[in-house]
């Protein structure tokens, strides 16, 4: 599996910086993020190193499709209400111009009641 030493969120997967763990299997981890916007906000990111979206390729379809199906089962064990009523909001950002700080592949999970700080 591909990682890199100098990324913030291989070093997260590697145990060498701490967090607070929501799911983990072989291929992906959740975790908490650390400045929240929401009452719940976590991040989901494969543990393999992929800096963005822009890098996905026909072979991460199945992790991306596990991920997409794995969100909805995290946010309501989080702490989010079901739908229709209640929800979450699911945001990942790739790139300079689309806001992406952390380059490791990682999709946002928020929900709760409103108002939010962001988003």
Known sequence: MHTDPDC???KIVAGK?????VYQDDELYAF???HPWAPVHFLLIPKQHIASMAQLTDAHAAMMGR???LVPKLALLEGCNPYPAGGFRMLSNTGAEG???VHHLHIHVMGGPRPWLRG
């Open 17 to 21: 910086i701490p967090s607070r763990m």
């Open 67 to 69: 991920m997409m199906v």
């Open 32 to 34: 908490h993020d650390i």
């Open 8 to 10: 913030l969120f291989c």
């Open 99 to 101: 806001g992406q700080e």
